[in-house]
């Protein structure tokens, strides 16, 4: 049977009524397990899109085409900035006013199961696109939601059981803006001076065709992709005028962790996280973006001279990938986790006289400490684990419907979550498979991983972080994360405990958390969060 049969199979078996109602007696008897195929009239939208994942063919490479699957997009009713084409695979902008409704026809065109996931929206289950609700070739999916989030910076992928990573790499991504009323007032550089940045590694064949295969240790530590493509496009250059920008950057990568940094040296300002504006601007002296992570910068070509470059790079920091002897790498010409590499190059072109000026303090924050938990004494985990070379969450792989006890979350609550990256077996209880001495520390190197984790509705806020090992390695990235903001995606280190406190307001039903390297996500590290 191949794969896709397979998946087809499973994925009918997922769909069938029958399954459902048996696995959640609760769903059962609620609107929850139907596909909404329909719209619903009751819902007055402002803004109607159509949206299909197709197969096309786009130029990205001198020379031949490359196949792709794409999001394109109609704008049906609503303001016509709501649609904008960006270059390459990547699907339509999507950008949205807080408080609209929107309704999205989604069109599924491939021929294979899809499902549309908007990541960072605080959306209820049925709209959420968890991988139950994917649809076949030739279906229709209706999603309906209010725009709940804050000004900020969204994105939406592909979130199809077990194949995510392959078609989020194939092209099924696109980025969401959202504005407010207070971002309004801000008055930051907007239009041309809005760039979304995202930044994806692919690697083509020869034939300039996205070539995705994974081994074993490629299984383990993602895919990585020896070329960064900035919105689609290799060595990409955008042109500037002399003055500020506003950066909107998405890592829509499926496992490359980034640690930003200006070719120049200078520091880069930082206005804006997965879920919003920062409180205040805070200036870094890089930043790590891991996969599904965003970051808005403010940057300021004011003083720059016409016909000068600065360049966005991925600095070098130590991966925490596996090398195999050092020459492996080489030969299959992969660019290692941590290599250093140029993103983006920004051409100053032109002199013009005003730029805005970088507002003091940008939205309040309601900073949240464990005092405000529902119940500050109960602590839910989510202990990263690994068995039979496969990464688990509390010792669990993804089950469509499946949630434990300490997964079952009261709605409208505030809860404190533990993320520990411990590996306590490291080193322990490991030799099966593997040969040797060599054997135990790559098995080393397998555990040692860092893992973005993501949790599907509402934004969290970081309480904590305990680093395991502060080791060199550690130090050299520390400086990079952002603390303070809101976030839907945290980048866990090898050893390192993240303490978070996240609201489950308004929706029930059930919320998947999981590893956002997306070839861990399909090995399994997900898992449901029954909100009730
Ligand atoms: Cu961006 Cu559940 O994913
Ligand atoms: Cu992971």
Redesign the pocket.
Same mark, same amino acid.
């Given at each position: 049977m191949t794969n896709t049969n397979l998946n087809r199979r499973r994925f009918l078996q997922y769909t069938a009524f029958g399954t459902f109602a048996a696995a959640i007696p609760e769903l059962a008897f609620t609107e929850s397990y139907k596909l909404n195929k329909t719209p619903n009239s009751a819902f007055k939208a402002d803004v109607e899109i159509a949206l299909t994942a197709q197969m096309t063919e786009v130029s990205i490479l001198p020379g031949a085409n490359t196949r792709v699957l794409k999001y394109t997009g109609k704008l049906l009713k609503g303001p016509s900035g709501t649609l904008k084409e960006l270059p390459s695979y990547l699907g339509p902008m999507l950008n949205f006013e807080q408080g609209q409704k929107v309704r999205i026809f989604f069109h599924n065109q491939i021929p294979e199961p899809c499902v549309t996931?908007w990541? &960072?929206m605080h959306v209820p289950q049925i709209m959420d &696109?968890h991988p139950m609700y994917a649809i076949n070739q030739g279906e229709q999916y209706v999603y309906e939601f209010e725009v709940k989030n804050p000004a900020g910076t969204n994105? #939406?992928?592909s979130?199809t059981h077990e194949v995510?990573a392959r078609q989020v790499y194939q092209g099924l991504a696109g980025l969401i803006t959202i504005t407010d009323e207070i971002e309004r007032k801000l008055n930051l550089p907007s239009g041309e001076y809005d760039i979304p940045l995202i930044i994806q590694d692919r690697t083509f064949t020869s034939r300039n065709q996205l070539y995705y295969a994974l081994n074993m240790h490629q299984r383990m530590q993602g895919f990585l992709g020896d070329t960064i493509l900035a919105n689609g496009q290799r060595n990409h250059v955008i042109p500037v005028k002399t003055r500020a920008y506003r950066l909107r950057i998405l890592n829509g990568s499926n496992s490359r962790i980034y640690k930003l940094g200006w070719s120049d040296g200078s520091l880069l300002t930082a206005i804006g996280t997965d879920g919003g504006l920062l409180e205040k601007p805070q200036t870094f002296p890089y930043i790590m973006l891991a996969?599904?992570e965003r970051v808005e910068l403010w940057v300021d070509f004011s003083d720059r001279k016409p016909g000068s470059e600065l360049a966005l790079q991925t600095l070098s920091y130590r991966g925490f990938s596996m090398r195999m002897g050092g020459g492996m790498d080489m030969e299959n010409n992969m660019m290692n986790q941590g290599s250093k590499s140029t993103i983006v190059k920004f051409a100053i072109t032109e002199q013009i006289g005003d730029s805005p000026k970088l507002p003091d303090t940008l939205v309040p924050i309601r900073r949240f400490t464990a005092k405000d938990a529902s119940n500050p004494d109960i602590v839910v985990p989510i202990a990263i684990g690994m068995r039979r070379m496969t990464f688990n969450l509390n010792g669990r792989t993804f089950d469509m419907l499946d949630y434990t006890n300490q997964e079952k979350i009261p709605v409208n609550t505030m809860q404190i979550i533990r993320i520990s990256n411990a590996n306590p077996d490291m080193g322990r209880g490991m030799g099966g498979g593997m040969r040797g001495g060599r054997g135990r520390g790559m098995m080393g190197m397998i555990m040692a991983q860092p893992h973005p984790i @993501?949790l599907?509705g509402q934004q969290f806020q970081i309480l904590s972080r305990k680093p395991g090992h502060a080791d060199s390695a550690y130090t050299a990235i520390k400086d990079g994360f952002i603390n303070n903001g809101w976030k839907?995606?945290v980048l866990v280190m090898p050893g390192e405990e993240v303490e978070i406190i996240k609201p489950f307001m308004d929706y029930t039903g059930l919320f998947? #958390? @999981?590893c956002?390297n997306l070839e861990h996500?399909d090995m399994g590290m997900?898992r449901n969060f029954f909100i009730s």
């Open positions: 996931h990541h &960072g &696109g994105w #939406y992928h979130h995510t996969p599904a @993501h599907h839907d995606t998947l #958390y @999981h956002h996500e997900m």
